[in-house]
């Protein structure tokens, strides 16, 4: 191994260790050695001259060094970042633009032009022709959802990579062909059991969900699940309302006493140590007030909706906001739609559910809070008043 390459070596590992993301698990420093060792590989079973031994080299190591700055347009990024690193180590403008040629050659839909780029692209795929491929496959995967790239599920993945195999990716070079290929074949027929197992896998789940609903037991089953949670959360509503009332009518009973007694009696100049404790005494009555008519205040709805919201089933006929605007002939129709398609009659159940949970979500955390308030006020009330006694005296 030349100088060169040790030097370069060196750069990239100390690149990935401190500038790489935590989200690149594919490429990294692990899988550029994979790809520099394919490529000796290559190179060690073809006829080249020592340059174009050492540019494939350097090409292999630097490859993927554009990741440090982006996922996006790395081999750009890369092209500059090997740039400044070769010419601050001498190296001629000729074999720099060979480097940079390559590195733009490891793009998945360059088609390569001579046996240089045929290698390095060989190389850079020749996981697919390993028996490690289902285990990079899978941490290329998990590098696309964690860059927000593409966010695919094992079968779509399957399905993505079956299509790659079969009709983007080939082998360029004599030694790929005749080692590889055989080897990514076997894979590709691997790929397409498993697809095809977890197709079945996915059928049997789904009849096993159809049986289970025309099944009469399940069905009153999940019914009753239905009526009791629903039951539940117009019961907790109650609770709120009621709560939120309580607090409402007792605060509003404690500022009426206090503006007929309390508070006329505070033009009287030797009262007006009460000012500071009777104000904080009604700021907080009023927060309490205002927190409890949130907490029980209705939201407006359009109360429309439209046949393709329908045909969707993105709309929940049983919540009277989606519908109270539409005129009855649409209603009768859309309900129709709904009682005629038993999963978006459970889908539109447990959407209701789920809204209701939304909502008392909302009314107990305003509640929890405007009994800290009140409590607080309390508090706070007593102890300005007794202040305030104290300061007279």
Request: glycine share 2%; aromatic share 10%.
């Amino acid at each position: 191994m030349s100088s060169l390459i040790e030097k370069t070596d060196l750069f990239v590992s100390k690149l990935f260790e401190k500038e790489f993301p935590h989200s690149c698990i594919y490429h990294n420093y692990d899988h550029t050695k994979r790809v520099f060792k394919s490529t000796k590989e290559i190179i060690d079973n073809t006829n080249l001259s020592e340059e174009d031994n050492e540019v494939l080299l350097l090409t292999a190591l630097l490859h993927d060094v554009g990741y440090s700055k982006s996922p996006d347009n790395h081999e750009e990024k890369g092209v500059e970042i090997a740039k400044d690193f070769l010419s601050k180590h001498d190296v001629s403008g000729d074999k720099i633009e060979k480097v940079s040629r390559l590195i733009m050659a490891t793009k998945m839909e360059h088609e390569p032009v001579d046996s240089l780029e045929a290698i390095i692209r060989d190389a850079d795929a020749s996981h697919f022709a390993k028996d490690y491929f289902y285990e990079t496959s899978e941490l290329l995967r998990q590098e696309f959802k964690k860059n927000k790239i593409t966010d695919l599920n094992t079968l779509e993945w399957l399905k993505a990579n079956i299509d790659l195999f079969k009709n983007k990716h080939r082998y360029y070079t004599e030694y790929a062909i005749k080692n590889w290929q055989s080897m990514k074949e076997k894979n590709l027929l691997l790929m397409l059991e498993k697809q095809e197992k977890l197709k079945k896998e996915k059928k049997k789940e789904k009849d096993k969900i159809k049986k289970l609903l025309k099944e009469e037991s399940p069905e009153k089953g999940i019914q009753t699940l239905f009526r009791v949670t629903l039951r539940n959360h117009l019961k907790l509503s109650d609770i709120a309302d009621t709560k939120a009332n309580i607090l409402l009518s007792v605060n509003a009973i404690i500022i009426s006493l206090a503006l007929s007694n309390l508070i006329p009696k505070l033009d009287n100049p030797s009262n007006q140590y009460l000012i500071f404790p009777t104000m904080v005494f009604i700021v907080f009555c009023i927060a309490s007030i205002i927190l409890s008519v949130l907490a029980t205040r209705p939201n407006v709805t359009t109360g429309e909706f439209t046949r393709k919201e329908i045909e969707e089933k993105k709309v929940n006929l049983l919540f009277f906001g989606n519908f109270h605007k539409m005129p009855l002939e649409e209603y009768k129709w859309a309900m129709t739609e709904l009682m005629t398609d038993k999963e978006y009659i459970y889908d539109t159940m447990v959407k209701d559910l789920y809204f209701l949970g939304r909502v008392l979500h909302k009314k107990y955390k305003i509640l929890r809070i405007t009994y800290t308030v009140f409590m607080v006020g309390i508090i706070s009330s007593a102890i300005s008043f007794i202040i305030a006694f104290n300061t007279l005296q």
